[in-house]
């Protein structure tokens, strides 16, 4: 079997070391800057960063509206940064995000970067429960949440992981622990995504 091939957004932000997590699963990432590269993958990572930036050079690149086409048949993955991006409405509407899963979120809710941590969280995906460590850095919080919108981790009562369709996002950083099954079940997405389509 190929490589899956995973698309990461690099404009701005971590998105090296989602690339080197996907290199760990065996996969194929391909840094994603252009249209024509975005075209090229099953499936696309948006990484922690900074989502005001970010909607600039997605802009800039003519990202934009290839994104909003992508995200509505393709694997979407947003961390951080990428959550915010893909909320369907931003608290204080700082900008207008892709709206690809229905919540509204708030950036920064924890405060400032010293108020940044690591905590256990319960992540709960394919029927099973598990404890890993979250990463939470200038971290936004999921303030509400639409009916179609499935949990797929909490930190004590608060949701962190999403998903709504074929869209998943959170609000800490898997990339950054040494875990990897949250990108491994990303992996699964798409190649599951891959598999209906041929
Ligand atoms: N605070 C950042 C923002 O609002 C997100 C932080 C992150 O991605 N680690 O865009």
Redo the contacts with the bound molecule.
């Keep these: 079997m190929s490589k899956t091939r995973v698309g990461i957004l690099a404009l701005q932000?971590d998105y090296a070391k989602h690339a080197q997590m996907v290199r760990q699963l065996g996969g194929d990432p391909v840094l994603v800057r252009s249209p024509v590269e975005l075209l090229k993958c099953p499936g696309l990572i948006i990484p922690?960063?900074?989502?005001?930036t970010m909607v600039k050079l997605l802009h800039k690149h003519e990202l934009w509206e290839p994104l909003l086409k992508f995200g509505q048949e393709r694997p979407v993955f947003g961390t951080?940064?990428g959550l915010?991006l893909l909320a369907r409405k931003l608290l204080h509407d700082y900008f207008q995000p892709l709206g690809f899963i229905d919540v509204v979120v708030q950036?920064?809710a924890y405060g400032s970067q010293i108020d940044s941590f690591i905590d256990d969280i319960k992540v709960i995906v394919l029927g099973q429960e598990k404890i890993v460590e979250g990463v939470f850095?200038?971290?936004?919080k999921i303030v509400e949440l639409g009916k179609g919108v499935e949990i797929l981790a909490f930190h004590k009562k608060d949701v962190v992981m999403v998903k709504q369709n074929n869209v998943m996002a959170s609000s800490f950083?898997p990339e950054l622990t040494n875990d990897t099954f949250i990108h491994q079940y990303f992996l699964n997405e798409i190649e599951s995504a891959q598999t209906i389509r041929k």
């Excluded at 922690?48 to 005001?52: I, K, L, M, Q, V």
């Design positions: 932000g922690g960063g900074e989502s005001t951080c940064a915010i950036r920064n850095i200038r971290a936004p950083h």
